[in-house]
């Protein structure tokens, strides 16, 4: 089956530093990747659309110079939290979409647990 | 908007019971809905899915059926195992399909003991 990875599964940062999360679809290619966030007990929301080649789509409330989306190939996406303080701590989970035939087919990465102290 | 709601968790079973996690959801036109399941460790998978109005989704035991008139997705299973243990989410879709943007719902954290 298809197989979705994320690095690193959890980090600790400093307040006021920087912290990149790859997302990498390992045997298929995907021309689209979402970033969701899940607070503890809450639903995933959905945070940016990510397409390859081309700018990321944000969802309203998302800062998008805050948390910059990079999908430089058709098998990795990465996530930057730039500045990062306490309240970005939080659950950040991917998903990789391969196109099959008539319908595509979103898949899920195991998530990154970052927390800023 | 578009929005999903389930029941509040854990929900806690012996082996063999029957399940049922209510989901309801709020949308525009006509999503098509799904089932995720997250075990302990790993990432969302696709359950089952139902794309139009009376639609019945179905794997590994778990059922459920897509109610336009009640505007529900209720997962259900005629006897759990223990190794059913996982969180599970009820999602939507507002363009069809699950390259879409999904909406979820809370999830619901499902124990089963022997």
């Known amino acids: 089956g298809a197989v979705v990875s994320q690095h690193p599964s959890r980090v600790i940062c400093k307040s006021g530093t920087s912290v990149k999360i790859e997302c990498r679809s390992l045997?298929?290619?995907?021309?689209?990747m979402f970033w969701y966030r899940q607070f503890p007990k809450q639903s995933l929301m959905l945070m940016a659309t990510s397409n390859e080649g081309s700018k990321a789509t944000y969802e309203q409330g998302v800062e998008k110079d805050k948390f910059l989306i990079n999908h430089a190939s058709l098998t990795l996406s990465t996530l930057t939290v730039t500045s990062a303080h306490p309240e970005d701590s939080s659950f950040y989970i991917c998903?990789?979409?391969?196109?099959?035939?008539?319908?595509?087919?979103?898949?899920f990465g195991p998530g990154t647990r970052l927390t800023v102290l | 908007g578009d929005s999903v709601t389930q029941m509040e968790g854990p929900v806690t079973l012996s082996e063999e019971a029957f399940l049922t996690i209510n989901c309801t959801y709020t949308?525009?036109?006509?999503?098509?809905l799904f089932w995720y399941v997250q075990y302990p460790g790993e990432g969302l998978q696709l359950l089952l899915k139902?794309?139009?109005?009376?639609d019945k989704g179905s794997n590994k035991g778990f059922e459920a059926t897509y109610r336009k008139e009640t505007t529900s997705f209720h997962l259900e299973k005629g006897s759990v195992q223990v190794s059913d243990s996982a969180v599970y989410f009820c999602a939507l879709s507002g363009l069809g399909g699950t390259a879409s943007k999904l909406t979820f719902g809370t999830g619901t954290r499902l124990q089963v003991t022997l």
């Open positions: 949308a525009t036109g006509y999503p098509s």
């Open positions: 045997d298929f290619q995907a021309t689209t």
């Open positions: 139902a794309t139009k109005a009376d």
């Open positions: 998903s990789a979409v391969r196109n099959a035939g008539a319908g595509d087919t979103q898949y």
